[in-house]
């Protein structure tokens, strides 16, 4: 629906993300950096090995390679615990990253045949990843993006891990949103990570920088990643566009995760009150919630559009059409805290004045 | 050897480059561009349109993709081109890149096999290409970076070109520095790249951006590559800091690699006129020229310390062992020029006092 990307694109303020994505990013992230500051070159110089020691230590693993994305570094990953067991099976959830969003690049490039796991409109159990074939790896994704967001407990994270490790199935944390799931375990990234063999997360996401990844895992793990950084073409002369974005972002939001997560949770009892209008989860556990509303795409997005013209909030620029209902994706970020109280009623009584 | 790349790195001017890899060269890329100027998006937007479509012009086809880097572009563009014919066997040079460059990616991720055409000390000769097997691609890199840039004649060029079409042998241009031919063919980036089916041209080499590659030919190859390049993880959300960069030093840049080959050609003769001391080729067709001295690398590395030490140009940071003598590679770019000829002759006062 091209009006509602429009609409949406002319607000000044939005529910969800820290703006938009254009190259003041760059050049903020930049403007402390001195022009004389060396350039990585193929993955060598302390550019990006300061940053991949830092993140080393946030995650408590031994090292950390720097991709210029986790559908890179995820790929490799999992290969690499397939050759460690000479096993060519992982499992993942059905709506993982990489069997929707990678144009099968698993399968196509390396072979490796993946098995899903339950049902893709909930978490996984521990029930059904006992019940899986042998496998070399299990992937699980915190927080389960493409259903809102939902998180297991603690303790459900400590029986997986143990059950891996007894039947020694290496498990991987795609954690590309795992800084916005610490508010829910109030704990350390690194004592999430140490029930992990192997880390991705993501630093255009909660972290909001331009684009990369960071890989973490044993040593010899991270080495043996660099060789398929290389034969994936990733091995760039220059990544520090990434990098030092990646670190700039990385600091500056590290530490708003719960403030981000408390006003999702705020902004989803709102939603909640509304007529024909839900959001999954119910109560939001990271930054993020899927909101659904009653109606087909034409209904509901000629609403969003006369809500985002009349009060300049930005609600949506992207609805997908289900059975009966539409839903899209709110991810709370800087912005959302520029919008005032005023505006969010506004928004609000907008929404019941149908 | 330590010191050799110290005293390089202290130097002030060099023989070789655009002046050292660091964030000026970003800053100086991105002065004049816009904070609102939009971020590409997962290979949609104005941002790479525009640039891809720019360069698909330049080069005289239908399309162009931008990746994030050559060894990306290429393996991807061979593995199209053996989908294409249903064989599983490429061609090229020995010292081609894919070959001595890429941990094997090819053969690792796509199960292609390289048939490696004639002696690596010299261009493959039209009656090797001729006699070889039965294969889907051959791949010819202009200039052949590895023996110091040699280029073939524009009429070898036709021959092999009628050769490939006769047999239905798909012809794919390394170009990483075809920029830099241009000037020895006395032709347009078009004329060069009408006689293969598909190109692919860096941003980081004699144009000296940060990083980046296109892959241009036709449009349904290039529709495919942006399926590759989803696989392989190149699909960025954000390639802007390499794509706006790439298209600012390219501008700067197209238009002076005349007088860098004039500038290669000049610098090889007094080379040349050394005693113990050589060139390859001979007389350079590029910007650039592998540079030969005899001795051994504690000897040679010696002399150009002390060189580099007193005169302050920086000659190289790199020596390669060969028998009885060592080698370098000297490419000449924007300082070059920054050197006055006061300095130059000290130089080669230096080089001739032993």
């Given at each position: 629906?091209?009006?509602l990307?429009?609409t949406y694109?002319?607000?000044n303020?939005q ?5 938009k994505?254009e190259?003041g ?8 950096v ?5 350039s990585?070159?193929y993955?060598?110089?302390?550019t990006?090995r300061q940053f ?15 991709f210029?994305?986790?559908t890179?570094?995820q790929?490799?990953?999992l290969r690499?615990?397939c ?6 099976a992982v ?15 698993l399968?196509e ?5 993946p098995?899903l796991?339950?049902d893709e409109?909930r978490?996984?159990t521990l029930?059904?990843i ?15 993006r493409?259903?809102?967001?939902e998180l297991?407990t ?6 997986i ?15 590309a ?9 109030e ?6 990570c140490a029930?992990?063999d192997?880390?991705y ?5 909660g972290?909001g920088?331009i684009?990369?990844?960071i890989?973490?895992g044993?040593?010899?793990?991270c080495e043996t990643?660099?060789?398929?950084k290389?034969r994936?073409g ?5 990544l ?5 974005s990646?670190?700039?972002?990385y ?13 999702a ?5 709102r ?14 556990v990271?930054?993020m919630f899927?909101?659904h ?13 006369r809500?985002?013209q ?11 059409e289900?059975?009966?209902y539409?839903?899209?994706e709110?991810s ?7 919008i005032t109280?005023n505006q969010l ?5 907008q929404?019941?004045?149908k």
């Open positions: 629906m091209e009006r990307i429009d694109r002319q607000t303020v529910l969800s993300g820290h703006g994505r190259v990013v760059l050049k903020r992230a930049f403007e402390q001195r022009e004389d500051e060396p990585d070159q993955g060598q110089g302390k990006i991949e020691e830092k993140m080393a230590h946030v995650l408590g693993k031994e090292s950390a390679v720097f210029p994305s986790g890179m570094a790929q490799i990953a690499i615990w050759d460690e067991t000479g096993k060519k499992a993942y959830h059905p709506l993982c990253h990489l069997e929707i969003h990678e144009q099968d690049g399968k490039l390396h072979h490796i045949e098995i796991v339950g409109n978490l996984m029930e059904e006992q019940a899986l074939p042998d496998i070399a790896c299990l992937l699980l994704e915190l927080p389960q493409e259903i809102g967001g297991p603690f303790e459900e994270l400590v029986a891990h143990e059950h891996c490790r007894d039947k020694r199935i290496y498990l991987h944390l795609d954690g949103r795992l800084f916005e799931s610490l508010p829910y375990y704990k350390e990234a690194s004592e999430i029930l992990f192997s880390v997360v993501s630093f255009y996401k972290i920088g684009a990369g990844a890989l973490a044993p040593k010899a793990f990643s660099k060789v398929w290389r994936y990733g091995d760039l002369i220059s520090y566009p990434y990098i030092l990646s670190d700039y972002y600091e500056l939001r590290k530490d708003k995760m719960q403030g981000y997560r408390d006003a949770v705020q902004l989803a009892a939603f909640n009150e509304l007529e024909g209008v839900w959001t999954t989860p119910l109560i939001p990271t930054n899927h909101l509303f009653q109606g087909d795409e034409e209904e509901v997005g000629e609403r969003m559009v809500i985002q009349e009060t300049g909030v930005g609600i949506t620029g992207h609805l997908v289900k059975d009966g539409c839903s899209t709110i709370i970020g800087d912005v959302y805290s520029h109280s009623d506004d928004v609000f009584r929404f019941n004045s």
